[in-house]
């Protein structure tokens, strides 16, 4: 998982290749690089954050170029194996985000060859075939190394002898070219194009794109032009900036009631995958990966509990790796990104076995949403933070929608039934923000508990696959070792590792398995963990027997998730906080996940 | 020019609808306080803003962010401790240049009451107004043009001038603050009037529009003002058999049921279903996601994001706060009422229900005029309400 930014345009390009990297950092962040062609091709990288190499370029001159901030797949984060890499001769110069399956084969292949490799990275291969492919055209070149490539990838290359082109090609891996007045751009995501454009043009798997400061030309691999519209983007840069907030993660959790506002707005009386959800739907399987996987589990529950239907969750990468059954469920696939590679084999898998495909995104016209049969967006606006806040909750409203839909045409909710589960939902913005205006004593619980080196998180039932979520977040942004367990396998090993020194956070709000909470909570206690608990406005009794409770309103328990996991989002925000890390971009992590 | 813009006060005497937002949030005319302010700035071309925030400053900085989608650029200063605005001012200082404007962020002004008080800056002047209730605000004496003092909540009625807030200053001001802070007075106006006996300071008196919010019902003015600028909006879903007249804003997703009459001026929010044969009337507001049920009446009101009230209700010059829900036949009629609001009593001549944030109230329930349900309260079926219900609590 990388970030690449591409120009060619009348502008001196090394400035707006640098704003356009910053704005995909979240993207990777373990090295960059930047590669200029001027009057002749100059390339400059290193290992770490963008600052670290704009600190130490020297001023480059050239109005064609491009730039990538690498996240490690092959070959450590270091200077020689940050992109771009180079050709030989020095004058073809070339960024990939993504795999090259093949590469080992095509290396060894290209050394006996005479070719010289001088890293250990699957993309040097590549440009050495382009080098042997080059007959002065360089689309032609990557067209023919294109055909001896297995992989994912988006590419950016340059010729030192082509000063006006930017060369790119994509398969399951982001790009996207921005369309300006006499100079275009090419990134992986939109963020990096906003502050020259919103005009933009989606290059789909197995197309080459190639850009001059006068115009676009995208070719299928067999060299065939193909006609694409372009699209306005309608979100601008200020949402991509942090507004007083101190990251954008904090930013992005006080953002959720409006998330959940958007994700509702006007599908309460009429969900667009209307007639999509009919009656001959028997089971629905949730498939996604990471943060979504989460959701897709509590939607599991949902769906069971509103529908009345059998619902499972798979994760996408072993899902799309496993043997069908012979059912056809309706396949939901969830990812905020809509780019995550292993959602989009699975998504492929699902239509190969036969299945209904439904979609749940939070970016519009991601590659996901190319690939199933319907998507219902959620409209959470863009996220930022590398973990995931807002579009999680979005997630779940998302579900809690079609959950209600395949309800109401299953004839499982009668109309009271329904008329008041829409009431609730129309509430849940409510229940988000009660959970933010208690920002304050959540920070203070943070500081008693953020010092543990381990932590335990419990639950049961929709909250169960919460507490896995709660758990996820500490550990990406606090790096304090997190596992959650289902309150009822406690006993079964994990209680072995329960000491005075493992705080748990335990879900314990009003719903019908709040007593075995306690008794598992009880078992907890003997082993002198301190425990803070989640638990329902109200509730007198669990703040007698735990040591703190973080509270949520007192809503219908089925909603519950949404209230829990802001109250856990921010529990892992302050501790990450308190111990200084770098919130906004994990260690070790990206935004989206597109290399497998 | 730079301005600060004061926002950093609770509003205790807004009552329940204080408890989650600051004051400068509370939104009229669908669209938070604040904006009225930022955006008569931006029209004159003051564009840079440092907020003074402090309450609850996440709700502003969530809604304004930097400030572009504005057309402004926002700092955001937080004030810690609530001192004072005197105070404000000092912790605004290092973002501020020579000479700078003050503005409250809870008054709604217009662009002509902003380009006044350019026209005076860089030289210290103050905005002054007619009050028909000058006793709760600071009252001025002039002479001339000039600015003589500034008398705080007065005993005995010198006249009925009075200081809105609205200031040109310039670094000058600081000494005063500085000196006055050591006699542990930490207020603006004490500041201003002591400039005042230095140097001259031009109290203006101006055509265009200031209005202040000190109680909830005063919410219902503001609004009414608001929606006089409420643009034609046509969005959603208007079922056939709908009749609208006058200023109405419509917005997304919203559902707009057969035989529902709507009277401008109305600026209904996205994703508000109104249901079948419902009567909207003059200077409503209704936020986002509101749920009005079939043969509902709401006149003069301001219904807040998510309210859910059902059918056969009769809402009058009421105040309902965010995520209010009531069911069947609410009746909260006007007539003159009083309001007990921090421990003290009002005489209001017009006012229905002030329910403020997700209280539920069950079928067929009635309340007094002037009656203030607090947050988070549960009403049972059947209850008579009068006076006023503590937060949480639960009538049976």
Known sequence: MCGIVGYAGRRNALPILLDGLKRLEYRGYDSAGVAIVGSSLQVVKDKGFIANLEAQLPSLEGSTGFAHTRWATHGAPSKV??????????????????????????????????????????????????????????????????????????????????????????????????????ENFLASDVPALLRYTDKVLYV????????????????????????????????????????????????????????????????????EVNGFLSKDITSVKLVACGTSYHAALVGKYIIEEIARIPASAELASEYRYSQGPSERPLVILLSQSGETADTLGAAREAKRRGCKTLGIANVIGSSLTREVDKTLYTRAGIEIGVAATKTFVAQ????????????????????????????????????????????????????????ARDMFYIGRHANYPVALEGALKLKEIS?????????????????????????????????????????????????????????????????????????????PWIFSPVPVSVALQIFAYEVARLRGCAIDRPRNLAKSVTVE | MKAVILAAGEGARMGPFTASVPKVMIPVGNRPILEYPVQALVANGVRDLVFVVGYRRERIQSHFQDGKAFGAKILYVTQTKQLGTAHAVIEARPHLDESFLVLNGSNIVDAPFVADLLAQAPKPAVMITESEHPRNYGVVTVRGKELVGITEKPTELISNLINTGAYALDSRILDEIE?????GKHDLPSAVSALAKRTSVQAVRTEGTWIDALYPWDLLRLNAAALKEVPQVRAGTIEPAVTIRGPVSIGEGCVIRSGAYLQGPLAIGPGCEIGPNSVLLPSTSLGKGVRIGALTTVSNSILMDDVILGPTSVVQDSVLGSGVSARA????????????????????????????????????????????????????????????????????
């Open chain 1, 479 to 555: 790096y304090i070792h997190a596992e959650a367990y289902a309150a009822g396998e406690l006993k079964h090993g994990p209680l072995a590792l329960v000491t005075k020194d493992t705080p748990v956070v335990a879900i314990a709000v009003d719903d019908p398995t709040y007593d075995k909470m306690r008794s598992n909570i009880g078992e907890v206690i003997a082993r002198e963990s301190p425990v803070l608990a989640v638990g329902t406005e109200g509730d007198k009794e669990l703040p007698k027997f735990v040591d703190d409770v973080i509270t949520v309103p007192d809503i």
């Open chain 2, 329 to 396: 036949g609410l009746l909260a009629a006007s007539g003159p009422g009083d309001v007990q609001i921090e421990g003290e009593w009002h005489s209001v001549p017009q006012v229905g229900g002030l329910i403020g944030e997700d209280v539920e109230i069950a079928n067929g329930v009635s309340v007094a005029p002037g009656t203030v349900v607090n947050e988070r309260a549960r009403v049972e079926s059947g209850a008579r309400l009068r006076g006023s219900i503590p937060a949480g609590a639960v009538v049976l």
């Open chain 1, 396 to 451: 779940l409203v998302a579900l809690y929608l079609v959950s209600l839909k395949l309800g109401q045409d299953r004839g499982t909710l009668g109309y009271d039934e329904l008329d008041r589960l829409k009431d609730q939902l129309r509430a849940l913005p409510r229940a988000a923000q009660y959970v933010l205006n208690k920002a304050d004593e959540i920070r203070a619980l943070a500081e008693k508990y953020g010092n």
């Open chain 1, 81 to 182: 194996n940050a992109h771009p890499h180079l050709d030989c001769t020095g004058k073809i110069a070339l960024a990939h985000n993504g795999i090259i399956e093949n590469f080992a084969s095509l290396r060894e292949k290209l050394e006996g060859r005479g070719h010289t490799f001088v890293s250990q990275t699957d993309t040097e291969s590549l440009v050495h075939l382009i080098e042997s492919y080059y007959d002065g055209d360089l689309e032609e070149a990557v067209r023919k190394a294109l055909h001896d490539v297995r992989g994912s990838y988006a590419i950016l290359a340059v010729h030192a002898d082509e000063a006006t082109k930017v060369v790119g090609a994509r398969n399951e891996s982001p790009l996207v070219v921005g369309i300006g007045p006499d």
């Open chain 2, 179 to 183: 000196a006055l802070a050591r006699d």
């Open chain 1, 204 to 271: 789909m798997d197995k197309e080459m794109v190639v850009i001059t400061p006068k115009g676009v030309t995208i070719k299928d691999l067999e060299g065939k032009p193909v006609t694409r519209e372009t699209q306005r983007v309608t979100w601008n840069l200020e949402d991509a900036e942090k507004g007083g907030f101190e990251h954008f993660m904090l930013k992005e959790i006080h953002e959720t009631p409006k998330a959940i506002h958007e994700t509702l707005l006007g599908r309460l009386a009429n969900l």
